[in-house]
């Protein structure tokens, strides 16, 4: 705003309102911190202030002119605490900027924090492969780790001394008559006890730990885990028994992994059969994990045999059922490519924290 | 079994590429697990006749051997002293690659240049023998083919990992049987022709048999060989033998061998004139009876019991004189061995009761490819093509004058028959989820031997050759059909779950104490569940279930604790440099045994055989962690699960030990138990440990205890989460008015735990507290030794109204004077 016009100077005190604007916004320019802006903001507008004496002096004025000379000190007073204004907010923004300078970090510097542990390859394996078969509509089933003759074999149609018992190395336990009490060999027994306590029908898997007397390689090892699944059901068939198996196949290892049943024997299935997946990592075209044949094998399946339920008290006419079963840290194995199941006797913590 | 292709064509003519028979075996359940060409890659071995063997300047295992083989003499290196001058042996000339891949080159050893290389049958493919040099027949002219002097033609051999409950399938003619069957050719059985070699001699006249116990070994038969040559076998006879892996021995030994791979029935040859009195006793051992079997072995009979049901009953073979001279089905004696001397051959073929030849073979813990055969049923109608299929193939070596006696010594007992089985066309498709018809169920059994009639729609009665005695049963046939339908022409179908399928409550939340444990810094380990005896008694644990037949005594007793394990595994990384760590476990635990339980186990009454428990142990060995880490891991967890009726009471105040709570090798004064208050209030149960690892623990297992404190914990998960009813899962809600803080800072003395303060804080304030902290630990030259400040804050808000001034400074008060009165305590200032 320019100062107005007209010709005769100021009669309020002799101070030209124009003049106190120009002389403030040349004093302001030569501000540099809030502390000085502030003695200065005092210095024109406080009561001391030229602009307050020329208020003061008004009174004096002759009541004609009064309000006109009034009206250009206000003006005055408003264009000045604007400009402090703006030079407040100025200052304000560079003092930020300069706190927020001595504020910089560099994230990069930080100490490794310990972090989150990692749960283990296998029992993750476990709980994706649970996690699979609850979306089929399976509950998890679970059984102890020792077990009786009867519930490791011969509820499972392995009479004493039956010749398929050989099939598995048993670490036999120092408990009663001897070869009475073992570790169990497979995760079978806990579909005994199932089958026992709770009847059909049963859509089931049954995870946990077994135990061979075999000698370690890179394949296998003496302590190992299982999953195992169980069905029984009116009208239960091989054919569902295949189609659980693919679904269950495509959908833990994905949709260009798929299955194939051949003739097996277990003694606790008829038909039994031998259950394959394309092999992970050539996808089936064949390579050397798969001795060219495109097939890895995983684990065993089959119609319950009628003389397991006649066992359990079952009526074999009325109800059918399958059952398959595979390794679990196999799965890791195949999964993670696992060069040697060996490793995981370490619990290296180089290793643990890897997968 | 390994089974040449050449072999198998007696029986069917299979033609067409050996990779697609393989591949039909496998889809009969016949699992080939190697194929392997052989008498391939040897075009370039010639014949060579040795001139001249040298000795080698400095060196005392390899020689300088000079041949010829249609040429130049060759100057060869060779390692094997098992040849003459003037042998003949096979010569792999420089240039030539041998089955394997093999390239010879000419190499230079101690200075002597080898201009090829001398071959073992091992190294050409054609026996297992690596002994020495293949030694040939003489008469055969140098630097001719190996390939045409052998008569070697290139062959397949299958190498079929045969299924137990296959018996029929552990011999060339029963492979062929099944495989012709699926491949729909004609499969016959050559019946042996004996042509004028049966004496005018009546064998009960050279011999004797009898059998005293005839439920071990219900037929017995003995036939007597007269006037045999012993010598070497035929050339076809031992390459068969050879390629099914087998070791050509003498005529009567391989034709014994190749009778059995031929059509699966064992078979035992006795020099006659070495078996005491000139006949067989056939009768259940004596305990303690001993045999010296062919290998050499002292051999005692029914000494231990290899199962329910056992009743050691071992089948042994006497001479007349009831001296022990074999073990029947399984292996026999030295005393009665065939000889280069023998003459007289008395010829064993019997049928044993599978059982029994189970049970001795595992009481022995001897196998022989005979017991093998035994322990999953013969053909006891098999026997008698055996014996003659023997004298046929011993009548081409053994000799003009070679005759068998006339007749045949046959004791027969209750032998097992063919079994008839209904078949219900309706139930194989209902087990299959096919759709056979009755002809389409016939026609895939009838070729493998199986009879079928008909009598009206829709069943089958099908006769079982006593060849399958593995087949009893509807289902067994059912198989069978499957098997030769072919697995993978059988439908798939969806499946849909008549159930919500998922997780029991403790499941999801051990899966959240896994998670929550992880994520104060540790790792999920995996350690051993069986552990070397010693290992729980460096943490003072004594006892603990054995392992009967340890593989080795490192893992020869079930774990008590998880802490042993755990300790090991922290040893481990320390000793890599890897001391700063945090690891943890899920697993089961086995406690001492209780007999009564095991009785009621065994009996089957519901319990299980050891009352193990799945427990949660968690190692923290970070820097700077020790028994407050393991406290503070605790808290996070009751927090994580909302319990709050588990407390820890010093390690001497609990006296019952029990899984999970035992306090065997922790600090004995950084240490606590965890104790469940049950419902009633009046047993408090102990369900875990925490604190630290005893110093002295933990130097037994090799961690430096004045570098690292280790904090421990172990709970058992089940005792924590069983009830999970008793975790309010209510929304509780919050109070609109402002609340109130109180700090209160007391010096208390050492003795009075701080979870004592707290309760009764908790107890004065009532239920206006809405939150209680201890927030600090102080300890100061100003309060004395043996006490420390502990400082809590108290947050207190009522429900409907604002508290006064007047009303907080009451309750503080009264919590001063409960906390002052109940232990002595004094206000800070």
């Known amino acids: 705003m320019t100062p107005s016009a007209g010709g005769e100077g100021p009669s309020s005190g002799g101070v030209d309102p124009d003049v106190l604007v120009s002389s403030a916004l040349g004093q302001l320019a030569t501000i540099t911190t809030s502390a000085a802006l502030e003695e200065l903001h005092t210095e024109l507008l406080g009561k001391r202030s030229a602009l307050a004496r020329a ?282 490519e696992i060069p040697d199941m060996r490793v995981f006797f370490d619990n290296d913590v180089r290793v643990l924290r890897q997968i | 079994m390994r089974v040449p292709l050449s072999w198998l064509v007696d029986f069917a003519p299979f033609t067409g590429d050996p990779a697609d028979l393989a591949a039909a075996l496998d889809d009969l359940g016949l699992v080939v697990e190697e194929v392997q060409r052989v008498g391939e890659g040897l075009d370039d071995v010639v014949l060579a006749r040795v001139l001249e063997i040298g000795a080698i300047a400095g060196a005392d295992r390899i020689r300088r051997v000079t041949v010829e083989a249609g040429g130049e003499p060759v100057e060869v290196v060779c390692g094997a002293w098992n040849f003459h001058e003037g042998d003949m042996v096979p010569l792999a000339p420089v240039g030539s690659v041998l089955p394997g891949g093999f390239e010879i080159s000419r190499r230079k050893m101690k200075g002597v240049v080898s201009n090829g290389m001398l071959c073992s049958g091992r190294e050409l493919g054609l026996s297992e023998d690596h002994e020495g040099i293949l030694v040939l027949p003489g008469a055969m002219a140098p630097g001719a083919p190996l390939t045409d002097a052998l008569g070697i033609t290139p062959d397949t051999v299958f190498d079929i990992a045969v299924e137990a409950n296959r018996p029929d399938a ?373 006892g603990g279930v054995r392992v009967t037949n340890p593989l080795t005594p490192d893992e020869s007793v079930l774990r008590q604790s998880l802490l042993p394990g755990m300790l090991g595994a922290l040893a481990f990384n320390a000793d890599r440099r890897q001391g700063d760590v945090r690891l943890f476990e899920v697993g089961h635990v086995f406690p001492p045994p209780d007999p009564a339980r095991v009785a009621r186990a065994l009996a089957r009454q519901g319990d299980t055989v050891i009352a193990e428990r799945e427990v949660l142990g968690v190692a923290l060995a970070a820097d700077g962690d020790d028994a407050r880490s393991a406290a503070s891991l605790w808290l996070v967890l009751a927090d994580a699960f909302g319990i709050q009726d588990v407390e820890m009471t010093a390690l001497d105040g609990l006296a019952e030990p029990g899984p999970g709570s035992g306090a065997a090798g922790l600090h004995p004064t950084r240490s606590a138990r965890l104790v469940r208050a049950d419902g009633g209030g009046d047993t408090a149960r102990p369900i875990g440990v925490v604190g630290e690892v005893d110093p002295d623990v933990l130097d037994e297992f090799g961690l430096d205890a004045k570098r690292r404190r280790v904090g421990w914990l172990e709970i058992d998960l089940e005792a924590l989460l069983d009830d999970a009813a008793r975790r309010s899962s209510l929304v509780r809600t919050v109070s609109r008015f402002p609340s109130s803080d109180v700090d209160l800072a007391f010096v208390v003395d050492d003795t009075v735990p701080a979870a004592a303060v707290y309760r009764t804080l908790r107890q004065a304030g009532g239920e206006l507290v809405e939150s209680l902290t201890l927030f600090d630990v102080y300890r100061s030259e100003t309060t004395s030794e043996s006490a420390r400040s502990l400082a809590y804050r108290l947050r207190f808000c009522a429900p409907d109204r604002t508290l006064t001034d007047d009303e907080v400074a009451q309750l503080r008060a009264r919590c001063i004077a409960a906390v002052e009165h109940a232990h002595g305590a004094q206000l800070r200032g």
């Open chain 1, 55 to 336: 208020h003061q002096g008004l009174v004096a004025l002759d009541p004609g002119q009064r309000p006109e000379a009034g009206r250009r000190l206000n003006e005055a007073r408003r264009l000045i605490e604007s400009h402090l204004a703006d030079k407040r907010a100025e200052l304000e923004q560079g003092e930020r900027a300069a706190r927020l300078e001595a504020d910089r970090l560099d994230l990069t510097e930080v100490v490794v924090p310990r972090g989150r542990g990692r749960l283990h390859v296998v029992q993750r394996t476990r709980d994706e492969l649970e996690d699979v078969f609850v979306g089929m509509g399976f509950v998890v089933a679970e059984g102890p780790e020792a077990e009786t003759d009867w519930y490791n074999f011969e509820a499972l149609h392995m009479p004493p001394a039956h010749p398929a018992r050989g099939m598995w190395d048993t670490l036999y336990l120092d408990l009663g008559e001897p070869e009475t009490v073992m570790l169990r060999t497979h995760t079978s027994p806990v579909q005994v006890h199932l089958m026992e306590t709770q009847g059909p029908p049963i859509y089931a898997v049954m995870p946990g730990k077994c135990y061979r007397r075999d000698t370690p390689d890179a394949r296998h090892i003496p302590t190992f885990h299982q999953i195992e699944g169980l069905v029984v059901d009116r009208g239960i068939s091989f054919a569902d028994l295949a189609g659980t198996i693919e679904t269950f196949t495509t959908a833990y290892f994905g949709p260009d992994i798929h299955s194939r049943l051949r003739p097996s024997y277990f003694p606790f299935t008829e038909p039994s059969a031998e259950y394959e997946v394309t092999c992970t990592i050539c996808k089936g075209t064949g390579c050397r994990t798969c001795s060219q044949t495109g097939w890895i094998e995983l684990g065993g399946c089959g119609m319950v045999d009628p003389a397991v339920f006649a066992a359990v008290g079952i009526d074999a006419e009325e109800w059918t059922g399958f059952a398959f079963g595979f390794g679990i840290d196999r799965c890791a194995q195949m999964r993670h």
């Open chain 2, 170 to 542: 552990w011999c060339v003619a029963g492979i062929a049987r099944d495989l012709a069957g699926a491949l729909h050719l004609p499969f016959s059985l050559p019946e042996p022709s004996t042509p004028d070699v049966e004496a005018a001699t009546p064998v009960a006249s050279l011999a004797t048999v009898e059998v005293v116990d005839d439920d071990l070994c219900p037929r017995f038969t003995a036939r007597v060989l007269l006037d045999v040559t012993v010598t070497s076998s035929p050339d076809w006879i031992a390459r068969r033998l050879t390629l099914a892996g087998m070791r050509p021995i003498n005529n009567v030994v391989d034709a014994s061998n190749y009778v059995m791979l031929d059509l699966g029935q064992p078979t035992h040859p006795y020099d006659l004139d070495l078996v005491g009195g000139g006949g067989l006793r056939v009768r259940a051992a004596a305990p303690g009876e001993i045999v010296k079997t062919l290998d050499g072995v002292q051999r005692p009979l029914g000494e231990r019991s290899v199962g329910i049901g056992d009743d050691r009953r071992d089948c042994v073979i006497c001479d007349a004189r009831d001296a022990p001279i074999g073990i029947g089905g399984v292996m026999g004696g030295d005393s009665s061995e065939i000889s280069a001397t023998t003459s007289r051959v008395l010829l064993e073929a019997a049928y044993f009761t599978p059982m029994v030849i189970a049970r001795t073979s595992k009481r022995l813990n001897l196998r022989s490819e005979a017991s093998a055969r035994f322990e999953r049923g013969c053909d006891p109608e098999g026997i008698d093509r055996a014996a003659l299929r023997l004298c046929e193939l011993l009548g081409a070596t053994a000799g003009d004058r070679f005759r068998s006696a006339q007749g045949v010594l046959d004791v027969r007992g209750t032998v097992p028959g063919p079994s008839r089985v209904r078949v219900r066309t309706a139930r194989v498709n209902a087990v299959l989820g096919s759709d056979l018809d009755d002809d389409q169920v016939a026609g895939y059994l009838e070729p493998i031997g199986f009879g079928c009639e008909r009598e009206r729609k829709g069943v089958v009665e099908v006769t079982v050759p006593t060849f399958r005695p593995d087949t009893e049963r509807e289902i067994d046939v059912i198989e069978e059909v499957a098997r030769h339908h072919g697995y993978a022409r059988l439908p798939r179908r969806r499946l849909f779950a008549p159930q919500v399928g998922g997780l029991t409550p403790y499941q999801r939340d051990r899966r959240l104490a896994r998670q929550v444990v992880a994520g104060f810094g540790a790792h999920e380990a995996w350690t051993p569940s069986l552990l070397a005896p010693d290992v729980h008694l460096r943490v003072g644990m004594e």
